[in-house]
């Protein structure tokens, strides 16, 4: 099946107008040749699966065993050679599991939503009423939203210490004084660039300026006299850039950011990411993206997403709404649901996202600086911004605390914690709306330092083992009482006899007729069901001998029926 999605970056800066209008596939095939993703058979050779099928390996993500392939040459894919038809190629082979397409004639979003364009007047005339008045409290004003979640006392008790954080982002200024020092793994995953697997993660012509905000609210350098505060300000920072396929103004997706997106989440997860921040999302599930945050949840990271700015009636966002991430809303400053923030039953959490202070990229036309402490001027370059963008690497900065304080905690410990934690807003209860509630930091990383794993079911017991098989002794020969009558007839003697046995021995058994100290028989017979036998012999043969009657045992294989031994001298 050939699918198409929308995706977008969950973050606010200006009024942006959305246009759900496809653009024509040809433009967009001049700027790079389409591609698609495959799902393989483990330990597949898939340069040789491209070279049967006239195509080439641009990525391969064996961890959750997806490959993008795309033509050998871009002449090949401007001759009007479509996804499908390369898909129809692929997935007839026997090493393939699925088959994922992107249309790119799907616009692609970064949700801004809309503010008030006279930010420098925030601090002193907030268009909204502020969470704190202290006029002479500047950063109380500030920094409403970590006041608001009690970052405070959670700071009291950590900062986050040796914790590492991943963000998945569009672009981080290195040379922010506020930001850059806390980049402390720097990792390129946009395919479609020249800086592909290095670590430039800067910004480029057509990047979306947005990673150097959400990063700065996870671990921003704080209490360094300049700048803004970070949630986790002692935690490392994992800056991943992704990219996105443009055309002018417009940003679309397609197989090349779907696979940016599920490389970023691989190399967090293999490269200590104790959390993975996403404030990104589309509109429809892909396979490879869900791989990707399973592989990611597998290898002991908490996936923190935005939920999206679609508002009340938008549809869900992922990868917000898969298993195993934390979905996160956005509230304003009197804990109301922010007018643009998603809702819906994969709602997790909800924590500040509007009119958010945070670093940003030097080159960002909403860049503004303040006046530090001193009265010097900023050196930090800044900028307030809007959307669940802002409020998942907050609740990210979060769960780093947590994870610095306990770090045994597993994923599903972090969230059940903050949940449980958190300060129940709208109706009674989870809801669609806010959630478990709107984070408390202090309380969450308190719960953490204080948990107690509950101990495992003690298992079932084991069943009684079954009685061992009685083994019988090897023996050849058996006993038992013999009756044993002699008749003299016509000059022959006849020998009756009957083999009495214990109970369960079967009778019938072989019967040797002996003359006293000889082995060699003189007659052999067999019994009968009940145990009778007989012997008739010449006078002449027996006379003057004493004889002796061996019964031998009947055996199974190796084991015989009854136990026994010779029987008695008897004539």
């Known amino acids: 099946m050939f699918r198409s999605t929308k995706l977008s970056l969950a973050s606010v800066a200006s009024l942006v107008a959305v246009c759900a209008c496809a653009l024509p596939q040809t433009a967009l095939a001049a700027n790079h040749p389409d591609s698609i993703l495959v799902k393989v058979k483990p330990g597949t050779d898939v340069k040789a699966l491209a070279a049967r099928h006239g195509m080439k390996v641009r990525r391969n993500l064996p961890q959750i065993h997806w490959v993008e392939l795309a033509p050998r040459s871009h002449a090949a894919a401007t001759a009007s050679v479509s996804k499908e038809a390369l898909a129809g190629r692929v997935e007839v082979d026997r090493v393939v599991r699925d088959v994922e397409t992107v249309d790119q004639g799907v616009k692609l979003n970064w949700d801004f939503a809309p503010r008030d364009p006279l930010f420098d007047e925030v601090f002193m005339n907030p268009p909204f009423e502020p969470a704190f008045t202290d006029e002479e409290d500047e950063e109380a ?29 569009s ?13 402390v793994q720097r990792y390129n995953a ?23 905000h959400t990063s700065g ?14 949630a986790c300000f002692e935690c490392g920072v994992i800056a991943i850039k992704i990219g996105s396929e443009r055309l002018g103004e417009t940003s679309f997706v397609n197989a090349r ?18 959390v993975i921040s996403m404030s990104l999302g589309e509109t429809r599930p892909y396979q490879p993206l869900q791989d990707a945050v399973n592989y990611a949840y597998s290898k002991g990271a908490v996936v923190v997403a935005s939920a999206g700015n679609s508002g009340p009636g938008g549809d869900p966002s992922y990868p917000a709404a898969y298993p195993n991430v934390i979905a996160v809303g956005a509230t304003e400053s009197h804990n109301q649901i922010a007018r643009f923030s998603n809702q819906g039953p994969y709602l997790d959490l909800v924590a500040p996202g509007v009119y958010i202070l ?15 402490v001193e009265g010097k001027p900023a050196k930090v370059p800044v900028a307030i911004k809007s959307g669940t963008s802002m409020s998942a690497p907050i609740v990210a900065g979060l769960a780093g605390l947590m994870r610095a304080a306990r770090p045994d905690l597993t994923p599903a410990e972090v969230e059940a914690l903050m949940k449980s934690t958190a300060t129940d807003l709208g109706i009674a209860g989870p809801d669609p709306v806010y959630g478990a509630g709107l984070i408390n930091a202090g ?5 953490a330092k204080a948990y107690v794993r509950p101990e495992p079911p003690a298992p079932p017991p084991a069943p009684a083992p079954a009685p061992a098989p ?31 046995t214990k109970p369960g021995c079967r009778p019938k058994r072989t019967v040797l007729l002996l003359a006293k100290g000889s082995f060699r028989p003189l007659a052999k017979t067999k019994t009968s069901r009940r145990g009778g036998f007989h012997f008739k012999l010449p006078g002449s043969l027996v006379r003057h001998k004493k004889v002796r009657v061996v019964v031998r045992a009947k055996k199974r294989g190796k084991h015989a029926l009854c136990k026994g031994s010779h029987s008695r001298l008897l004539h």
């Open 217 to 230: 609210l996870v671990g921003a350098a704080t209490d360094n006299g300049q700048g803004v505060a970070g």
């Open 190 to 212: 946009a395919s479609g660039t020249l800086k592909y697997h290095t670590t430039d993660i800067s910004l480029q012509a057509g990047d979306e300026i947005h990673g150097s």
């Open 470 to 500: 009685k083994k019988h002794k090897k023996i050849t020969r058996i006993g038992g009482k013999v009756l044993l009558e002699v008749v003299h007839r016509k000059g022959n003697v006849i020998y009756i006899g009957k083999l009495a």
């Open 141 to 169: 004003l500030i920094a409403w939203h970590f006041i608001k979640t009690n970052f405070p006392i959670a700071w009291d008790q950590t900062i986050g210490t040796g914790v590492r954080v991943a963000v998945i982002d």
């Open 358 to 372: 945070s670093t940003t990229n030097a080159a960002d036309p909403e860049a503004f600086t303040i006046e530090e």
């Open 443 to 447: 309380a969450a990383v308190a719960a």
């Open 171 to 183: 672009e981080f200024d290195v040379s922010n004084p506020d930001l850059g020092p806390k980049l």
């Open 257 to 274: 950011v779907l696979g940016d997106m599920a490389e970023g989440l691989i190399y967090a997860a293999d490269n200590g990411a104790s």
